[in-house]
């Protein structure tokens, strides 16, 4: 330890150096890792919201392909071969789109003078158990016939308050509620009934609702259960985490940015062990002084573990302080997630990831001869 603690003093610079570029390390995963959180909230935030232990979607057309649902369309006579095989309120249908809304009213040509913006549309039956969590800001969170419930922001965008009409697609809607902010694929959404959802998106003509839902009341289906009803029924039936991959490049954004993440852990150990290398090979005659003085290997070890884990620890700490800095200013301006656990769990893997690169350098630590220190080879 006090070897460990001289040589940090002694070579200040050298080690302000790799502390400094492990902080740097840690702070981009800290905000990668926000950013990575963040972006998938808002890919996901309303499909977690609607709490279905099961959604169904109508079979892919092709026979390996993956349900979408920009693609499913589930018909008349799938949704009774789920009601007669769970019961008329074990599963809801639920409408999902985008499009354009307006504030106030008008025909289209009017429509260029007034404030638009684009939404999500979920449709849901009026006396839903879906969304039981959405949290009021004012009216009620359940929309009746020829009503909408407005996420915050679509209310901000658009001076909206309860009572006044929003414009979707060719519907006139009265706002009887708004809510905290839901999104689904990076847009706020709008919650309408399902009587209101054939105006808004004109499905086809036999399709009753994008894909169904499972309350979460109903979770004691099992999977072999699941399995017939999607073979009667030609249907695909996936839980909330399965049916995120369903959602239009949920996959490939989110790969991309975890690939990134482990890059940098990758980078971050590597890193480590360069200087730690380098810096032991620096210091091999010292080392061998203290083993001719009787040091133990064993002691050699422990003081160079020690002093990587001061200098990785101190530098992620910064780094973890600069990022959190960094996400209390950004949060506003970019999807951002900031947490403690935001912030915790990528600086302990890059404190685990560079003791353990430290540990790989300990073996040459280990085979120093003592011999060196009296001008041997």
Same mark, same amino acid.
């Given at each position: 330890?006090?070897?460990?603690?001289?040589?940090?003093?002694?070579?200040?610079?050298?080690? =302000?150096?790799?502390?400094?570029?492990?902080?740097?390390?840690?702070?981009? /995963?800290?905000?990668?890792?926000?950013?990575?959180?963040?972006?998938?909230?808002?890919?996901?935030?309303?499909?977690?919201?609607?709490?279905?232990?099961?959604? %169904?979607?109508?079979?892919? =057309?092709?026979?390996?392909?993956?349900?979408?649902?920009?693609?499913?369309?589930?018909?008349?006579? &799938? /949704?009774?071969?789920?009601?007669? @095989?769970?019961?008329?309120?074990?599963?809801?249908?639920? +409408?999902?789109?985008?499009?354009? #809304?307006?504030?106030?009213?008008?025909?289209?040509?009017?429509?260029?003078?007034?404030?638009?913006?684009?939404?999500?549309?979920?449709?849901?039956?009026?006396?839903? &158990?879906?969304?039981?969590?959405?949290?009021?800001?004012?009216?009620?969170?359940?929309?009746?016939?020829?009503?909408?419930?407005?996420?915050?922001?679509?209310? &901000?965008?658009?001076?909206?308050?309860?009572?006044?009409?929003?414009?979707?697609?060719?519907?006139?809607?009265?706002?009887?509620?708004?809510?905290?902010?839901?999104?689904?694929?990076?847009?706020?959404?709008?919650?309408?009934?399902?009587?209101?959802?054939?105006?808004?998106?004109?499905?086809?003509?036999?399709?009753?609702?994008?894909?169904? #839902?499972?309350?979460?009341? %109903?979770?004691?289906?099992?999977?072999?259960?699941? *399995?017939?009803?999607?073979?009667?029924?030609?249907?695909?039936? *996936?839980?909330?985490?399965?049916?995120?991959? @369903?959602?239009?490049?949920?996959?490939?954004?989110?790969?991309?940015?975890?690939?990134?993440?482990?890059? /940098?852990?990758?980078?971050? =150990?590597?890193?480590?062990?360069?200087?730690?290398?380098?810096?032991?090979?620096?210091?091999?005659?010292?080392?061998?002084?203290?083993?001719?003085?009787?040091?133990?290997?064993?002691?050699?070890?422990?003081? *160079?573990?020690?002093?990587?884990?001061?200098?990785?620890?101190?530098?992620?700490?910064?780094?973890?302080?600069?990022?959190?800095?960094?996400?209390?200013?950004?949060?506003? *301006?970019?999807?951002?997630?900031?947490?403690?656990?935001?912030?915790?769990?990528?600086?302990?893997?890059? %404190?685990?990831?560079?003791?353990?690169? @430290? #540990?790989?350098?300990?073996?040459?630590?280990?085979?120093?001869?003592?011999?060196? #220190?009296? +001008?041997?080879?």
């Amino acid at each position: 330890m006090y070897l460990s603690l001289r040589d940090i003093t002694f070579a200040k610079g050298r080690f =302000a150096l790799i502390g400094g570029v492990v902080a740097l390390i840690t702070m981009l /995963l800290v905000l990668l890792t926000g950013l990575t959180n963040g972006l998938s909230q808002q890919n996901t935030s309303a499909l977690e919201r609607l709490g279905a232990s099961q959604i %169904v979607f109508s079979a892919p =057309a092709e026979a390996d392909g993956d349900p979408s649902f920009t693609e499913s369309g589930i018909t008349a006579a &799938e /949704l009774d071969i789920w009601e007669e @095989a769970l019961g008329g309120g074990a599963v809801e249908r639920l +409408g999902v789109t985008q499009t354009r #809304a307006e504030s106030g009213t008008g025909d289209a040509q009017q429509s260029s003078s007034q404030t638009a913006t684009s939404v999500a549309v979920f449709s849901v039956e009026t006396d839903t &158990e879906l969304a039981p969590g959405l949290n009021v800001i004012e009216g009620r969170s359940n929309p009746g016939a020829g009503e909408v419930i407005l996420s915050s922001m679509i209310a &901000e965008d658009l001076d909206l308050a309860q009572g006044d009409t929003l414009r979707v697609s060719s519907s006139e809607l009265t706002v009887a509620g708004v809510v905290e902010d839901e999104f689904y694929s990076h847009v706020p959404v709008v919650w309408t009934s399902t009587e209101d959802f054939e105006a808004i998106a004109h499905p086809g003509e036999d399709t009753v609702a994008t894909v169904l #839902a499972v309350p979460a009341s %109903v979770s004691d289906l099992s999977t072999e259960a699941l *399995a017939t009803v999607n073979d009667q029924a030609g249907t695909v039936s *996936a839980d909330t985490q399965g049916a995120f991959n @369903a959602l239009p490049a949920y996959q490939s954004e989110r790969g991309s940015l975890l690939m990134m993440q482990g890059f /940098l852990y990758g980078i971050s =150990a590597l890193v480590v062990v360069s200087f730690l290398t380098v810096w032991t090979i620096q210091r091999t005659r010292d080392l061998a002084v203290l083993r001719a003085l009787g040091s133990s290997r064993g002691y050699l070890v422990r003081d *160079a573990l020690t002093q990587a884990a001061i200098v990785v620890s101190l530098g992620a700490i910064a780094g973890g302080m600069a990022a959190w800095a960094g996400g209390l200013l950004i949060g506003n *301006a970019v999807p951002f997630v900031l947490t403690p656990l935001t912030v915790a769990v990528p600086a302990l893997g890059v %404190v685990g990831l560079g003791v353990a690169g @430290a #540990a790989l350098t300990t073996r040459r630590v280990s085979r120093v001869d003592p011999l060196l #220190a009296l +001008g041997g080879n």
